[in-house]
């Protein structure tokens, strides 16, 4: 089989450089050899009551492996802070790879949400926010979380959060309610960067949140419970309700200043975007060796015949193949879009990506699932567990619909200009038909 940089889709492979195609097979062999074997013993070593939420040996071996062959911070485009130095479509490649493997991302150190928060610290933490916090979360020594998501808002709208963050003298007191933090069950996890509200009143809606630094371990913070997805519990991250009950931090926490919460939140996410979408296009593609392997297993064959014989699974092989390179194609896209300009004027193809790739992946999965009869929907294959976790894609970080209507709300924008160019061309046919002497064959359309 051809390696991971010659598998490179022709229309983006003269913009990744011999040094990004050298480290993406090294990753690819890294997932193939190390962390694919490694995932169930992860999982097992994860046990059951007070272990769950401890930290699996065999994640520290992981880590030292990918250390030593040089597989770290991959997801950092600047060389600043040890950065990899690899553009966003380069590192989108690798997330490709790492997507296929529940352990992979933590094991080189690129791992969400640690990988947005180490970018919001490199680009807008003060020298002492980036020596405490980024330092320890680029050597991978601590981990972090953020904390946006309330029970009691429609929170896809972030002008609702209403966690409250006054200041005090020389600190800033918090008080709210958050949930679905997720990697607050992790023992590691020693920081929050929570987006709150300063100004409540202030006449700007985006100009009303900041953002702050808050140590998990501050008085004041409750863990509420452990939410599940689907049922699984996500343990050693999981995903948290947290009450925050005067919780103070000192004021210098705050990142870049009052009324800036927005700003370093938008900042923040189109990256990270695309780094989720190539992950689930990694999983797609797992998901789909996994049905070519059921699909040829000898001991497997209802009524006589291999299910890769079936006209109906060998469509299955086809459609998944043409949607998981269409898909690619579109999320290389954006990435590419990123680096020619940056995520602001990257929207609409970011957009696109998120929106796209879970819906593909999922109905790969699906299939795959489907091939598999009743073991593809138990734990004896990894693909229950893919399902539930990419079905959450299409929630977390904004809600399909709401990116929806962004990206409908762009495209109406053009519609005077579809209006003139059709009535020119309207005017043209019409004029045509008079110089001709043609007959109509029914009215012209009405505009
Ligand atoms: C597994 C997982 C991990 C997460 N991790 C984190 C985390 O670490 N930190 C964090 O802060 N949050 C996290 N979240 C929360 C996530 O970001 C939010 O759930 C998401 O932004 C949606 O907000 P909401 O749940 O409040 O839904 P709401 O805002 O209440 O939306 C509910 C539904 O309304 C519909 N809707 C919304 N907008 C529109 C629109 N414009 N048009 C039509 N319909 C619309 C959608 O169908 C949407 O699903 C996580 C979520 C999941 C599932």
């Given at each position: 089989m051809p390696t991971a940089s010659e598998r490179i889709p022709a229309a983006v492979r003269p913009?990744?450089?011999?040094?990004?195609?050298?480290?993406?097979?090294?990753?690819?062999k890294f997932v193939n050899e190390e962390c694919l074997p490694a995932d169930p013993v992860y999982h097992a070593q994860l046990g059951t009551g007070a272990t769950r939420w401890t930290?699996?040996?065999?994640?520290?071996?992981?880590?030292?492996?990918?250390?030593?062959?040089?597989?770290w911070n991959q997801f950092l485009a600047g060389h600043e802070h040890g950065g990899a130095g690899f553009t966003n479509l380069e590192y989108g490649l690798m997330c490709e790879q790492l997507g296929r493997s529940r352990t992979a991302s933590e094991a080189t150190n690129n791992a969400a949400p640690d990988t947005g928060n180490m970018?919001?610290?490199?680009?807008?933490?003060?020298?002492?926010?980036?020596?405490?916090?980024?330092?320890?979360?680029?050597?991978?020594?601590?981990?972090?979380?953020?904390?946006?998501?309330?029970?009691?808002?429609?929170?896809?709208?972030?002008t609702n959060v209403q966690l409250?963050?006054?200041?005090?003298?020389?600190?800033?007191?918090?008080?709210?309610?958050?949930?679905?933090?997720?990697g607050a069950g992790d023992p590691r996890c020693?920081?929050?960067?929570?987006?709150?509200?300063t100004d409540p009143n202030h006449a700007d809606k985006y100009k009303q949140q900041s953002i702050i630094i808050v140590p998990s371990d501050s008085p004041g913070i409750e863990v509420k419970r452990m939410l599940s997805v689907y049922g699984y519990d996500d343990a050693p991250h999981g995903h948290a309700h947290l009450i925050f009950r005067n919780v103070r931090v000192p004021a210098e926490n705050i990142v870049l200043g009052e009324g800036r919460g927005f700003e370093v939140m938008q900042g923040?996410?189109?990256?990270?975007?695309?780094?989720?979408?190539?992950?689930?296009?990694?999983?797609?593609?797992?998901?789909?060796?996994?049905l070519l392997t059921r699909a040829n297993a000898p001991h497997k064959q209802p009524f006589g015949k291999q299910l890769s014989e079936q006209g109906v699974i060998l469509q299955w092989m086809a459609k998944s193949r043409i949607e998981i390179d269409a898909a690619r194609l579109i999320v290389l896209n954006a990435a590419a879009a990123i680096d020619a300009g940056n995520a602001k004027t990257a929207l609409v193809e970011i957009a696109q990506a998120?929106?796209?790739?879970?819906?593909?992946?999922?109905?790969?999965?699906?299939?795959?699932?489907?091939?598999?009869?009743?073991?593809?929907?138990?734990?004896?294959?990894?693909?229950?567990?893919m399902w539930a976790q990419v079905r959450t894609v299409r929630i977390a970080d904004g809600p399909d619909e709401a990116h929806l209507?962004?990206?409908?709300?762009?495209?109406?924008?053009?519609?005077?200009?579809?209006?003139?160019?059709?009535?020119?061309?309207?005017?043209?046919?019409?004029?045509?038909?008079?110089?001709?002497?043609?007959?109509?064959?029914?009215?012209?359309?009405r505009l």
């Open positions: 913009l990744v450089s011999e040094r990004a195609r050298k480290t993406l097979d090294l990753v690819e930290y699996p040996p065999i994640m520290t071996e992981l880590k030292t492996k990918a250390r030593s062959l040089g597989l970018e919001l610290l490199a680009k807008y933490g003060s020298e002492a926010q980036k020596k405490r916090w980024l330092g320890p979360l680029l050597e991978g020594e601590i981990r972090s979380c953020y904390v946006m998501t309330e029970p009691d808002t429609a929170s896809s709208d972030a409250s963050i006054k200041r005090e003298g020389n600190e800033y007191v918090l008080n709210g309610q958050k949930w679905w933090i997720s020693k920081v929050y960067i929570v987006l709150g509200k923040r996410m189109g990256p990270g975007r695309i780094h989720h979408a190539m992950r689930s296009i990694g999983a797609a593609e797992e998901a789909l060796r996994w998120k929106i796209l790739v879970p819906n593909m992946a999922l109905d790969v999965i699906d299939r795959a699932v489907q091939t598999h009869g009743a073991e593809g929907i138990c734990q004896d294959t990894p693909l229950a567990y209507e962004q990206l409908g709300k762009k495209e109406n924008k053009k519609a005077a200009e579809a209006r003139d160019l059709i009535q020119r061309q309207v005017e043209k046919t019409d004029a045509l038909f008079k110089k001709y002497g043609t007959k109509e064959l029914g009215p012209c359309p």
